[in-house]
């Protein structure tokens, strides 16, 4: 029962896990034998509670939890056939104990069906057994997220079965590796991974079963599946898949994936996917989850260039609550991928008919379908599995026509007409990516027009609309090729020209074409990053909004930042009504107290329900179980939209009050901004120097300390110094190079691990001069051969020289980076000699006097600086995050020609005290409340006019509260 290394095997597991069963007090046996009309079995567990068994069935990694989950359902069909209905658990052990967790379902007789949850001791795993059979505790409704997790672990067992097929073979299913181009993101010149199109194989069959399990159910027009009789793969598509292609249903069912998988292993892995979606699906689970599983395909770096992240289901539910009041209102989706949010508008109206009318009928499903609801997409495979899902709404009804269709939505307006799509789908697949459309006629595909899942075909025109909801592409400016910006500009010229002036990214555009397409009091309900309510590249576009619609709402969540699956990038629901604002209007920010992975229909509902109860008027601000509410006057945003901002960063009421506090003692005659302040002084300000490639950068930086040495590219390290040379070692090929000092230069590399604020004996080297051996030297730090001359040349005539004293600073500032890492200290480093300011992530600063640096340096490292950027940062994930260069001009800072000769002298003296003493990392300062630390803002805040008193108490608030909001996103991060 112990193998080899004393690690535990999995009946040492059951035996173990039956002993913490007996010591809850139940009746639990190891390996009883049953008899079922499939003869003798024998479950892993039995338990014994009033009369009734119930039983788990185990498996052990390197086996997958859905191994389990399949082994429990055919256990629990196997005795439901001898008229035993009960729960059966699949349980998944480690390789052996420790810590590692334990994974487990159960597969229930009675709503939800399914359940799923993770520990990490079997006493854990016994207690919630125990809680499941006594129902000691109710059962929660499977999240989406796991529910994906779980037919991923599908998606896998099938793939290692694809391994012997060659690129051809693979290609050859879906018609040509156009298909590959479209949903891959890979173009004909780019050679496509073999292994990605082999997992893009395995996620559409296990769409295919998934989709058959749901039309098989609840259409009852095709025979289920069955496992115990099936005996080749072939089989699941001469008896099963190739029945619905007669009914049509060709975007699913016309790849024969299945028919290339063989032997007696891929056919028992493809069996235990079909009974895990069995027991999955019995538990009638969402149908759009089809659409998220197929997304989950391409691959995650494609998705971050086109930004192309989906919806979580609950949240587009929660979005579609607050923004259809009626069931005739007709909706529009610009960027409906796989149909999340349409499907979200289906369910909300079909809610709101029954209310009125009672029963749904076929004549209200058609109608929403043919007259009310529109999608548009521009990948052809997300437009058909829209129609699909929306389809599925009601799969006894069928569906002749809905208004999905193929196109470039920033080409569109009202009352233009979209033809039919005359492409076969698989024709559908040459249509390439997201910015081909706007490429002229000639270049352009033929994957445009509405979608049909049937052989008719028909026109739509597009008009005006109650509702656009949508969830648009967040493509940065800078990622939108230049050819596709102009296109852009001149499809929104006219009213639109001074909105598009600046920087604006894609989502911005879509945000108009809202504009375009909205009726008069209608709605905008869309997901967007928070930066749009923050960056000044938008704030012509927030103008607008606040002028022209009543901002309703603006929900943000608590836990994980983003509404979007796959994302850390911080995310708002924002419903704004197409309605000129009185003076009176306010809007309400939500703070959801929980993520939106842990929504479920009934919180979902009761949020919103308890949201149109409240009446902007009667309250300012409340706390209730599932949110934290606050009210705004919409008048006063228009003065400062970053009220609005700091209340979703900040997000706790405790943060809230502390920032109020701090602008009080900010607005101070020794304070001033930086923009200000630098202006007057002629300081500049600017990012690390670009273009640092063209030298080879990489391969002329030594680092002073093997802990900085984090990337693949910093390969040099100094090992040896004398007055006269630096001995730097290769630490890739062990090869060493002895440089003259005089042909090094000194730099900042970047913060990571620099825990001093004074970094005078923590610099870096960068080759400035040529030496004997430096082409040797170039080589060994992989320059490729037709690149060293030309970096030879750039050193030997002093272009690189030039380039380096051009970006030497005394004083650093954090412009990007992670606040919650270990190796984060300080926030800012000066030094008495000017370094060069390298590629790391820093602002400098040029123009300083060294006393100026100094003090400067001292207040950016202070609490008062710190609060100021975790309140104004550009959140992309967790901690990591930006500081944007308008941020930092507004940020407040010291203005030294305001002290006093004592002021002077108190940050003169601290400066030589502290300079080189060393930091714990930021998030220990504030946990410890780090002496020094303390001393820094302790000193700004009697400067400032506060006594000691005062400044003790609200650093007392302060400290725990920046803390709590560190590790609250260090653990974003890592989900």
Same mark, same amino acid.
């Given at each position: 029962m112990v193998g080899a290394g004393g690690k535990l095997q999995e009946n040492s597991f059951n035996a173990l896990l039956t002993k913490e069963l007996i010591d809850l007090e139940l009746d639990a046996n190891f390996e009883e034998h049953f008899t079922t009309f499939q003869g003798l079995k024998k479950p892993d567990i039995s338990i014994k509670f009033k009369d009734t068994y119930f039983f788990v069935e185990s498996k052990q990694e390197p086996a997958k939890l859905i191994d389990a989950i399949s082994k429990a359902y055919l256990y629990q069909q196997s005795i439901r056939q001898a008229k035993l209905n009960t729960i059966v658990f699949g349980v998944l052990?480690?390789?052996?104990?420790?810590?590692?967790?334990?994974?487990?379902?159960?597969?229930?007789?009675?709503?939800?069906?399914?359940?799923?949850?993770?520990?990490?001791?079997?006493?854990?795993?016994?207690?919630?057994?125990?809680?499941?059979?006594?129902?000691?505790?109710?059962?929660?409704?499977?999240?989406?997220?796991?529910?994906?997790?779980?037919?991923?672990?599908?998606?896998?067992?099938?793939?290692?079965?694809?391994?012997?097929?060659?690129?051809?073979e693979i290609e050859s299913i879906f018609g040509g590796k156009t298909f590959f181009e479209t949903i891959l993101g890979y173009s004909e010149e780019e050679k496509i991974p073999i292994e990605n199109l082999r997992?893009?194989?395995?996620?559409?069959?296990?769409?295919?079963?998934?989709?058959?399990?749901?039309?098989?159910?609840?259409?009852?027009?095709?025979?289920?599946?069955?496992?115990?009789?099936?005996?080749?793969?072939?089989?699941?598509?001469?008896?099963?898949?190739?029945?619905?292609?007669?009914?049509?249903?060709?975007?699913?069912?016309?790849?024969?994936?299945?028919?290339?998988?063989?032997?007696?292993?891929?056919?028992?892995?493809?069996?235990?996917?079909?009974?895990?979606?069995?027991?999955?699906?019995?538990?009638?689970?969402?149908?759009?989850?089809?659409?998220?599983?197929?997304?989950?395909?391409?691959?995650?770096?494609?998705?971050?260039?086109?930004?192309?992240?989906?919806?979580?289901?609950?949240?587009?539910?929660?979005?579609?609550?607050?923004?259809?009041?009626?069931?005739?209102?007709?909706?529009?989706?610009?960027?409906?991928?796989?149909?999340?949010?349409?499907?979200?508008?289906?369910?909300?109206?079909?809610e709101l008919f029954e209310k009125q009318f009672g029963d749904f009928s076929e004549d209200a499903h058609k109608k929403f379908l043919s007259k009310d609801i529109f999608g548009v997409d521009i990948m052809p495979f997300a437009a058909h599995l829209a129609a699909i899902n929306l389809a599925l709404q009601a799969p006894l009804y069928e569906t002749d026509i809905l208004n999905i269709a193929i196109h470039d939505s920033t080409d569109l307006s009202p009352e233009r007409e979209l033809e039919a799509a005359e492409e076969t789908i698989r024709e559908g697949f040459k249509q390439q990516k997201l910015f081909d459309f706007g490429k002229s006629r000639a270049e352009k595909t033929s994957a445009k027009g509405v979608v049909s899942l049937y052989k008719n075909k028909h026109k739509i025109v597009l008009p005006y609309f109650d509702v656009v909801i949508m969830n648009p592409p967040f493509t940065r400016f800078q990622r939108i090729p230049p050819e596709f910006k102009q296109i852009l500009e001149n499809r929104f010229s006219g009213k639109y020209r001074k909105i598009i002036s600046g920087q604006l990214g894609l989502h911005g555009y879509f945000l108009l074409l809202a504009d375009k397409f909205l009726k008069e009091d209608g709605r905008i309900a869309a997901v967007l990053p928070l930066t749009t309510i923050s960056t000044s590249s938008f704030y012509q576009l927030i103008k607008m909004l606040l002028e022209e619609y009543c901002i309703e709402y603006v929900v943000a969540s608590d836990g994980r930042a983003a509404f979007s699956e796959n994302t850390s990038l911080r995310e708002i629901l924002l419903i704004a009504k197409k309605q000129k604002p009185k003076k009176d209007h306010e809007l309400k920010l939500v703070i959801l107290n929980m993520s939106p992975a842990q929504l479920n229909e009934k919180t979902t509902k009761e949020i919103s329900m308890r949201l149109r109860q409240f009446s902007a008027l009667e309250l300012k601000e409340k706390e209730?179980?599932?949110?934290?509410?606050?009210?705004?006057?919409?008048?006063?945003?228009?003065?400062?939209?970053?009220?609005?901002?700091?209340?979703?960063?900040?997000?706790?009421?405790?943060?809230?009050?502390?920032? @109020? =506090?701090?602008?009080?003692? !900010?607005?101070? %005659? /020794? $304070?001033?901004?930086?923009?200000?302040?630098?202006? *007057?002084?002629?300081?500049?300000?600017?990012?690390?120097?670009?273009?640092?490639?063209?030298?080879?950068?990489?391969?002329?930086?030594?680092?002073?300390?093997?802990?900085?040495?984090? @990337? =693949?590219?910093?390969?040099? !390290?100094?090992? %040896? /110094? $004398?007055?006269?040379?630096?001995?730097?070692?290769? *630490?890739?090929?062990?090869?060493?190079?002895?440089?003259?000092?005089?042909?090094?230069?000194?730099?900042?590399?970047?913060?990571?691990?620099?825990?001093?604020?004074?970094?005078?004996? @923590?610099?870096?080297?960068?080759?400035?001069?040529?030496?004997?051996?430096?082409?040797?030297?170039?080589?060994?730090?992989?320059?490729?051969?037709?690149?060293?001359?030309?970096?030879?040349?750039?050193?030997?005539?002093?272009?690189?020289?030039?380039?380096?004293?051009?970006?030497?600073?005394?004083?650093?500032?954090?412009?990007?980076?992670?606040?919650?890492?270990?190796?984060?200290?300080?926030?800012?480093?000066?030094?008495?000699?000017?370094v060069f300011a390298g590629s790391g992530g820093s602002w400098v600063f040029y123009g300083l006097k060294n006393n100026e640096a100094n003090n400067l340096s001292l207040w950016l490292n202070s609490s008062l600086q710190l609060f100021q950027v975790l309140r104004d940062r550009k959140e992309t994930r967790g901690g990591w995050m930006e500081i944007d260069k308008y941020v930092l001009d507004e940020s407040k800072i010291l203005n030294l020609d305001k002290l006093t000769k004592t002021d002077k002298e108190k940050l003169d003296n601290l400066y030589e005290k502290i300079k080189d003493t060393q930091f714990p990392s930021l998030i220990e300062q504030l946990k410890t409340k780090n002496s020094i630390r303390k001393q820094i803002d302790t000193t700004f805040l009697s400067i400032l006019g506060m006594n000691k008193a005062e400044a003790e108490s609200l650093l007392e608030e302060l400290y725990p509260a920046i803390y709590k909001e560190l590790v609250k996103l260090k653990g974003v991060m890592g989900k």
């Open positions: 052990f480690p390789k052996d104990g420790g810590t590692k967790k334990i994974e487990a379902a159960c597969l229930l007789n009675k709503e939800p069906f399914f359940q799923q949850e993770t520990f990490f001791t079997l006493g854990e795993l016994a207690r919630w057994i125990k809680e499941v059979i006594t129902e000691e505790k109710p059962i929660a409704e499977l999240s989406t997220t796991k529910f994906i997790k779980i037919l991923t672990e599908a998606v896998h067992s099938i793939d290692k079965n694809l391994k012997t097929l060659k690129l051809d997992v893009a194989s395995s996620y559409l069959l296990v769409n295919q079963i998934f989709f058959y399990q749901i039309l098989a159910t609840e259409t009852k027009k095709y025979p289920l599946f069955d496992v115990e009789k099936i005996t080749s793969s072939n089989e699941i598509y001469d008896r099963h898949f190739a029945k619905v292609l007669e009914d049509d249903y060709e975007p699913i069912f016309s790849f024969n994936i299945i028919s290339k998988l063989s032997g007696k292993e891929a056919l028992a892995n493809v069996l235990t996917v079909v009974s895990a979606i069995q027991a999955l699906s019995t538990s009638k689970q969402n149908h759009d989850l089809l659409g998220k599983i197929f997304h989950n395909l391409i691959p995650l770096d494609i998705r971050k260039v086109v930004a192309a992240f989906y919806t979580n289901s609950e949240a587009g539910n929660l979005l579609a609550d607050l923004a259809i009041e009626k069931f005739d209102e007709k909706i529009l989706d610009t960027a409906c991928g796989s149909g999340t949010l349409l499907v979200s508008s289906y369910r909300r109206k079909k209730e179980d599932y949110f934290y509410i606050k009210t705004f006057k919409q008048e006063d945003l228009k003065a400062n939209i970053r009220q609005l901002y700091h209340s979703i960063t900040l997000s706790s009421k405790e943060l809230i009050q502390i920032n @109020k =506090k701090l602008e009080k003692v !900010l607005e101070n %005659e /020794k $304070t001033e901004t930086l923009k200000i302040i630098s202006e *007057k002084n002629r300081w500049e300000i600017k990012e690390n120097p670009r273009g640092l490639n063209i030298y080879n950068y990489s391969a002329l930086t030594i680092l002073n300390d093997e802990k900085r040495a984090l @990337k =693949k590219t910093d390969f040099w !390290l100094a090992k %040896e /110094k $004398t007055r006269e040379f630096v001995t730097v070692l290769n *630490k890739i090929n062990g090869n060493k190079f002895k440089i003259p000092t005089k042909a090094l230069a000194k730099q900042f590399r970047r913060f990571s691990t620099i825990n001093t604020i004074n970094i005078d004996k @923590k610099t870096d080297y960068l080759v400035k001069d040529d030496f004997q051996g430096f082409e040797v030297f170039l080589e060994n730090g992989f320059v490729k051969r037709s690149e060293i001359k030309k970096t030879a040349k750039a050193i030997e005539f002093g272009e690189f020289n030039t380039f380096i004293q051009r970006n030497s600073s005394n004083l650093f500032f954090f412009y990007r980076g992670d606040l919650t890492a270990p190796n984060t200290n300080c926030l800012s480093v000066n030094c008495q000699e000017k």
